[in-house]
Structure formats: C-alpha cells, structure tokens
C-alpha cells in the first residue's frame, strides 16, 4: 500500500470529519492529489483534487463549499487532507485518495490516477 486513508467514521448529519491521506514508502510530493467516493450500489466518483503545488483545487458540485482539501508537504510528509463539513447522508461512502503524476489541472477522471489509498468509510446518519 503506498496511500494510506484514514479519519473515517460514524458521524450525524450536519457534521464534520477530516480524512487524511498519508504516503507509504514513497513521496508524492510532486504528484497531483485527489479524493473520490463510493456510496454502496453506485459507481466511483470525483470528489476533490488538489495540485502539486497546493495552487489549483477543484471539487465536485456534490461538495462544493462543504468540503475542502489541502495539502502538507512540509518535512516531507506529503500528507492530504479532505476537511468534511456540514456532512449529509448521501455523503456516506468509502473515500479514496489517489496520486496523479501529470502536473496538468488536476484531473477529475479516475483513469488519470495512478496510485490508489485503500479507503475509509464515512457514515453520515440522520
């Protein structure tokens, strides 16, 4: 496992939890970061990315002015994070966290990433 996710949980509706993704291994310091998500029965999808640099981000509508990704590369830590707020139950799912090496816009499309974390579960219940 080179990406390791973790900070999931069980959280109630209007909540926050940050997710954490951490290199193994490696560094994907100059690597493109991105969050996606897998409720149960429903395909993959886009949540987050964030730059090399930490200068470009995008998200998907789904999550966007609730959640917010940064990154600390700092002492070589590289790490990732997703900041959760405001959580609503369709948000439930496994999070992933994924490393892009091209250093275009960060990419939304899977197939673009090239590393894979393990994933975390979030639960957001009524």
């Not at 954490?20 to 970061?33: E, H, I, Q, V």
């Not at 429903?42 to 640099?53: G, L, M, T």
């Amino acid at each position: 496992v080179q990406l390791q996710a973790s900070g999931g949980g069980l959280v109630q509706a209007g909540g926050s939890l940050r997710l954490s993704c951490a290199p193994s291994g490696r560094s994907f310091r100059k690597y493109t970061m991105g969050w996606f998500r897998q409720a149960p029965g429903k395909e993959r999808e886009f949540a987050a990315a964030i730059s090399w640099s930490g200068s470009s981000t995008t998200y998907a509508d789904s999550v966007k002015g609730r959640f917010t990704i940064s990154r600390d590369d700092a002492k070589n830590t590289n790490t990732v994070y997703l900041q959760m707020n405001s959580l609503k139950p369709e948000d439930t799912a496994v999070y992933y966290c994924a490393a892009d090496s091209s250093y275009s816009t960060p990419p939304r499309a899977s197939y673009e990433y090239e590393y894979w974390g393990q994933g975390t579960l979030v639960t957001v219940s009524y």
